[in-house]
Nanobody, 124 residues
């Protein structure tokens, strides 16, 4: 239905900024929402941010609200995650995910399409 490819991860010092990209390829249907999640070893996948694909509206996780910003470029079919004021606790593998059927955007179990992930490491 949808194919996702993330890019932009890397190493950054605490307090710095990093931008992630998620290229969205539409195969058979459009996503309702495109989101970012993150995961560290031994922990559950954590919701970071979401944006509606064909409407306005964004959601943010409590731990990133005010520091991260999600946006969409329709012409390039890309979703971005701008991460500012990064903290060592933001270190994780970041995944782009597409919600193609109505459901709770905060629950990773509702997403059926995932990118391969990109590592973000924030040094103290």
């Amino acid at each position: 239905q949808v194919q996702l490819v993330e890019s932009g991860g890397g190493l950054v010092q605490a307090g710095g900024s990093l931008s992630l990209s998620c290229a969205v390829s539409i195969r058979t249907s459009y996503p309702i929402v495109v989101s970012w999640f993150r995961q560290v070893p031994g922990k559950e996948r954590e919701f970071v941010a979401a944006i509606f694909w064909s409407a306005s509206g964004t959601y943010y996780g409590d731990s990133v609200s005010g520091r991260f910003s999600i946006s969409r470029n329709d012409a390039q079919s890309t979703v971005y995650l701008q991460m500012n004021s990064l903290e060592p606790e933001d270190t994780a593998v970041y995944y782009c995910a597409a919600l193609t059927t109505p459901g709770n955007v905060y629950r990773p179990q509702n997403y059926n399409t995932w990118g391969q992930g990109t590592q973000v490491t924030v040094s103290s």
